[in-house]
């Protein structure tokens, strides 16, 4: 066996991301309950609001209070194998860059994110949403969702790591995800809201560039603080 | 004998100048808790330490200090010339560490555990060394089984393989032959046994058969050095009295 070398970040987070995605596709836990909660909900809204159809800003607050809550889900999730089963511990011994946990754990929470908004949105619109949004009003919602999922999964990550270091590892992460996520709702319902209107609208540029600002920020807030994060 | 004053030093045939663990007043605290009071230990390259003492005397504290799990809370710990408080990431490649829990995932195969803590340690021909090591431990038939319906001996196997898969220089062993039966244990031999010369840490609550692979003995009692002699000098009555 040749003398082994240290991973670089990119090789250490591929092995995780895909560890991660093989046993959520041998087990399918995470994204079952994610999309289960949504429909859900989008059935008590329905029976809730005493209304077949909802539009403009009711319609945005519906759709994203719901990915926003299975997202929480999501993020509870994120580092339960590796604590029941000593998974942490495991990469933490080896000799790759911290980095490549953040990273490969994000973007799982991304994939998971983005397959239950673009479900939780057909579904949406096919159980609750009053207008019928166009070609490009549809490309304007993907675009809002990548860009708040993408916020998501590195504000969850985080809290994730920070969770998992607690005993009140469930609290904690509703605890400190909601009110990080509360610009990131504002920003992404106000973008929504005219998308989802009668008539339709056309995409706010400014509440997307706060989306993109808020993505960056807390990128490099994860980036700095994740290894002290996860390491005792 | 009073704790955290003791050291030792105790040289044999694969010993070389740089000895592999030294612990200087070593302090590690939970809480208000030290589970770890003021260690002094030095241990030469390739020999072994055994650790004995009752359950929660800081055995497997110790192991999680030296593996860069943990951080101590006071006083130095180095491994192979490497500050464990500043240079831990210098040492992780040459650390084999086997715990309580495998660390292995249920739901991946054996072979897939094994792939994964490779890539993690940067192993690039990886695929002969995790046919050998299941050979030798005779999980290769059934490495394309999932773990979670691996024995409780299964999984210590497959636990010991994880931790001597990048071959390691250092081995901190927690009880490695609990969960084996005797054919187990020795075809586990050639993979943690004193024969392969690595410089080994062991947590053992068997006196004969850890007095019988030390070189060196620690007794901990609430996270103190009660013990700390060459195993020449320690009686099994010794350390039976660590337990009473």
Redesign the interface.
């Known amino acids: 066996?040749?003398a082994?070398?240290?991973?670089s970040v990119l090789?250490?987070a591929?092995?995780?991301l895909?560890?991660e995605l093989?046993?959520e596709r041998?087990?399918p836990q995470t994204l079952t309950a994610m999309a289960l909660f949504c429909a859900s909900a989008f059935v008590i809204f329905h029976f809730a609001l005493g209304r077949d159809e909802v539009e403009g800003a009711l319609a945005s607050g519906v759709l994203w209070v719901t990915l926003a809550l299975a997202a929480l889900l999501g993020i509870g999730r994120s580092f339960v194998?590796d604590r029941e089963?000593?998974?942490l511990?495991?990469?933490?011994?080896?000799?790759?860059p911290r980095t490549a946990l953040l990273i490969a754990k994000a973007t799982t929470l991304l994939i998971f994110l983005l397959t239950v908004g673009v479900f939780a949105s057909l579904l949406f619109s096919v159980l609750l949403l009053g207008p019928t949004p166009n070609g490009s009003q549809w490309a304007s919602l993907a675009l809002l969702i990548l860009l708040a999922d993408l916020g998501i999964a590195l504000v969850g990550t985080l809290i994730a790591g920070i969770a998992i270091q607690t005993r009140a590892r469930d609290l904690i992460t509703s605890i400190l995800a909601l009110p990080l996520l509360i610009p990131l709702l504002i920003a992404v319902t106000k973008a929504s809201e005219p998308l989802l209107s009668v008539g339709g609208g056309t995409l706010a540029w400014r509440w997307l560039a706060l989306l993109g600002l808020y993505d960056l920020i807390f990128g490099l807030l994860a980036y700095a603080l994740f290894d002290y994060l996860v390491?005792? | 004998m009073p704790s955290g004053t003791l050291a030792v030093k105790v040289g044999g045939p694969m010993a070389s100048t740089e000895p592999a663990v030294v612990c200087s007043g070593l302090v590690r605290r939970y809480g208000e808790r030290r589970a770890l009071d003021g260690i002094d230990l030095t241990l030469q390259q390739g020999q072994t330490l055994v650790v004995f003492g009752p359950n929660g005397a800081g055995k497997t504290t110790l192991l999680r200090v030296l593996?860069?799990?943990?951080?101590p809370s006071e006083g130095d710990a180095s491994l192979l010339g490497s500050d464990l408080r500043k240079e831990g990431?210098k040492v992780?490649?040459q650390?084999g560490?086997l715990?309580h829990?495998?660390?292995?995932?249920?739901?991946?195969t054996a072979r897939?555990n094994l792939r994964?803590?490779a890539?993690?340690?940067?192993?690039?021909?990886?695929a002969?060394?995790i046919e050998a090591v299941l050979e030798q431990t005779q999980l290769s038939g059934r490495g394309d089984e999932?773990v979670f319906g691996y024995s409780r001996g299964m999984l210590q196997r497959l636990a010991i393989c994880?931790a001597v898969l990048?071959?390691p220089q250092v081995l901190l062993l927690d009880e490695p032959r609990s969960n084996l039966d005797p054919a187990a244990i020795e075809q586990v031999e050639p993979l943690i046994g004193a024969a392969v010369g690595r410089t080994r840490v062991i947590a053992s609550h068997d006196p004969a058969g850890g007095l019988a692979e030390a070189d060196l003995v620690l007794g901990l009692r609430n996270g103190a050095a009660t013990l700390l002699a060459p195993a020449a000098q320690v009686t099994t009555e010794q350390i039976a009295e660590l337990y009473r």
């Open positions: 066996m040749s082994p070398r240290p991973p090789s250490a591929r092995a995780v895909y560890k093989t046993l041998r087990a194998a089963e000593g998974g511990d495991g990469f933490l011994l080896a000799p790759a390491e005792d | 593996s860069t799990l943990l951080r990431w992780r490649s650390i560490f715990g829990q495998s660390l292995c995932y249920g739901d991946l897939e994964y803590h890539r993690l340690h940067g192993i690039g021909d990886a002969a060394r999932r994880r990048h071959e």
